[in-house]
Each structure stands twice: as C-alpha cells, then as structure tokens.
C-alpha cells in the first residue's frame, strides 16, 4: 500500500513544534538528560556522576570510572532490557546507576531494574557472598508512591531512600543495594536544592553548577546537540506517522492523522522517554488522551 507523503506544511509545522520542544527542553526530562550524555566525553560523564551522587548521597563518593550512557544490563527470561541513563564504577568497584523518570513511576520498574542491577553485579560462577554492592538513584518529579495515592516524598523532602524494615520490629536488614529517589520538586536552599533547580531550568545561563549549565549549552545550542535531540525524537514521531498513516488512508485522511498521532503517542510511552506533557505537544493529541493511551498500555 502506497504511504502518503508529507506535505511541506506538515513538515513546517512538525519543525517548528520540535523547535519549540527543544527550546522548553530541561534536563529533568528523560531526552534532555540523555542528549546531555550523549555530548559528554569520558572524563565529563564521570563527574557528572560524581556531581548527581554526592549531592544526592549526602556523602563523599567515588572517583568513578568506566562512566556510560544507556548501558543494556542483563536481561532475564525475556524481561523487557533495563538502559540506565548513566552507569559506572566506584574506586572499589561498586556499581552505580542514575536516571531520570518523569511525572510518575510505573508500578514494578523500581524492583525489576534494581533485579537488573544486582544481577549485574554477580560475578558468573561465584557464590552470592561475592555480590558486588551496587546504588540506583532515580531523579524524579513524580509525586505518588507507584500504584498507590500515597505521598512519594513526605512533607516534600529530597531523598527517600528504600530499604528493607521488618514491619513487626522495625529492623533494617543489611542490604547490597542502596536505592535513592530524589525530589526534583525540591526547591530547598541547598546543594539538593540547586540540583533540582538547575534539571528544571530551561535557560543555561540561569542553572547553578557550571558542569551542567555547560552540558545543557550543547544540548540547546549546538548543531550536534540538535542532531542529538532529533534522532531521538524525530524517529519516533516519524516512524508512528507513516505507520497511523498505512492504517488510515481507507478510513480519510483526518481518521488516519488521529490514528497515527496516537500510534506516535503510543511508541513514545512506550519508549518511556518523555512526559506526558511532552507527548500531549508533539503529537498534537490532548493531555486526557495521552493519559488515557498510557492507562490502556499499563492495564
């Protein structure tokens, strides 16, 4: 079956909203964090892990080495892959991961990546005993507990760690892997504070920490910063475009441009590399209808 091609008002339009996209684009968001990695050369990427886990952590970590970005950990059983933003190593070779996650967090990713993690850290053919200690940090601006209404950071506060409590006695038992969410709502006066500051800021010259307001001047300024964006943003809309658009022709043009807005919008939260916000805007569809795909993919 024939694709129809786009117009060269589509694409005007597509260009001036992915323009737009760029230029609300913060490091809070999952493509904006990403990009900025994706521009860091080795040394860069390892303080910026050094930077995101001291502040976070409260403590003196690392140096850290051998820093990437969307490293494909171990997948079991056919698990859906687990690609953290950021992972490396400390000086004693403990595992560390940091990646953001927008506006909520899906019921079960906490346990099956922090699953990811510890297998990661399990040398093949040695006893548990050898478990190599591992730290999951999450930046996010989710408010609710996943799967429940209740509060994920009370009274506001930065950090909530996870850990395991006997509920009967309230012991906490010793523990390989630390997990660390973070409160990018956080407007404290701070050090946390600033961070959370500077991952919703728009505007590089207004962010605090020079390494990031660094990093966010060639995610919005530079051509490779554009291109950067482009090849994961473009690709998705594109690709959901062409394919709504093969389903729609028989059912007319407008069934088939809604049809293909939702397929984009569909692969996009799929991708778990945008906000809803973000979807609602590219694709042109309303914020209750990206609400209610992203409740028919979790169903």
């Not at 390892?46 to 952590?57: F, G, K, S």
């Not at 970590?61 to 079991?76: A, N, R």
């Not at 964006?229 to 088939?256: A, H, N, P, S």
């Not at 979807?279 to 028919?296: D, F, G, K, P």
């Given at each position: 079956m024939p694709v129809k091609k786009r117009s060269d008002h589509e694409m005007e339009s597509f260009e001036q909203r992915?323009?737009?996209?760029?230029?609300k684009l913060t490091l809070k968001t999952d493509v904006g964090f990403r990009v900025a990695g994706r521009l860091c050369s080795g040394p860069e990427l390892e303080q910026l892990m050094n930077l995101l886990a001291d502040v976070i952590t409260g403590r003196k970590t690392g140096p850290f080495h051998d820093v990437q970005t969307q490293k494909d950990l171990i997948t079991v059983t056919g698990a859906k892959s687990v690609?953290?933003?950021?992972?490396?190593?400390?000086?004693?070779?403990?595992?560390?991961c940091?990646?953001?996650q927008n506006e909520s967090i899906e019921a079960g990713r906490i346990?099956?990546?922090?699953?990811?993690?510890?297998?990661?850290?399990?040398?093949?053919?040695?006893?548990?005993?050898?478990?190599?200690?591992?730290?999951?940090?999450?930046?996010t601006d989710a408010i609710h507990i996943p799967g429940t209404g209740r509060p994920l950071f009370p009274d506001?506060?930065?950090?909530?760690?996870?850990?395991?409590?006997?509920?009967?006695t309230s012991r906490r038992f010793p523990d390989r892997t630390e997990v660390i969410l973070f409160n990018l709502r956080y407007k404290g006066n701070s050090k946390r504070g600033d961070l959370?500051?500077?991952?919703?800021?728009?505007?590089?010259?207004?962010m605090k920490n020079p390494l990031l307001r660094e990093l966010m001047q060639r995610v919005k300024c530079t051509e490779k910063g554009e291109m950067e964006m482009c090849e994961l943003t473009r690709q998705i809309f594109q690709d959901g475009k062409t394919e709504g658009i093969q389903e729609g022709i028989q059912e007319g043009i407008q069934k088939g441009e809604i049809r293909s807005s939702r397929k984009t919008a569909g692969k996009m939260l799929r991708k778990g590399l945008y906000s809803?916000?973000?979807?609602?805007?590219?694709t042109s569809l309303s914020l209750s209808e990206v609400r209610r795909l992203q409740a028919e993919l979790n169903s």
């Amino acid at each position: 079956m024939p694709v129809k091609k786009r117009s060269d008002h589509e694409m005007e339009s597509f260009e001036q909203r992915l323009e737009e996209y760029r230029r609300k684009l913060t490091l809070k968001t999952d493509v904006g964090f990403r990009v900025a990695g994706r521009l860091c050369s080795g040394p860069e990427l390892e303080q910026l892990m050094n930077l995101l886990a001291d502040v976070i952590t409260g403590r003196k970590t690392g140096p850290f080495h051998d820093v990437q970005t969307q490293k494909d950990l171990i997948t079991v059983t056919g698990a859906k892959s687990v690609e953290p933003d950021l992972f490396g190593n400390d000086e004693e070779d403990g595992i560390w991961c940091a990646e953001v996650q927008n506006e909520s967090i899906e019921a079960g990713r906490i346990e099956v990546e922090r699953a990811h993690l510890v297998l990661n850290g399990l040398p093949g053919g040695k006893p548990y005993s050898c478990l190599k200690k591992s730290h999951m940090i999450w930046m996010t601006d989710a408010i609710h507990i996943p799967g429940t209404g209740r509060p994920l950071f009370p009274d506001g506060q930065p950090v909530v760690r996870l850990e395991t409590v006997d509920s009967a006695t309230s012991r906490r038992f010793p523990d390989r892997t630390e997990v660390i969410l973070f409160n990018l709502r956080y407007k404290g006066n701070s050090k946390r504070g600033d961070l959370a500051h500077d991952f919703r800021e728009t505007d590089p010259k207004k962010m605090k920490n020079p390494l990031l307001r660094e990093l966010m001047q060639r995610v919005k300024c530079t051509e490779k910063g554009e291109m950067e964006m482009c090849e994961l943003t473009r690709q998705i809309f594109q690709d959901g475009k062409t394919e709504g658009i093969q389903e729609g022709i028989q059912e007319g043009i407008q069934k088939g441009e809604i049809r293909s807005s939702r397929k984009t919008a569909g692969k996009m939260l799929r991708k778990g590399l945008y906000s809803l916000q973000d979807i609602a805007e590219l694709t042109s569809l309303s914020l209750s209808e990206v609400r209610r795909l992203q409740a028919e993919l979790n169903s």
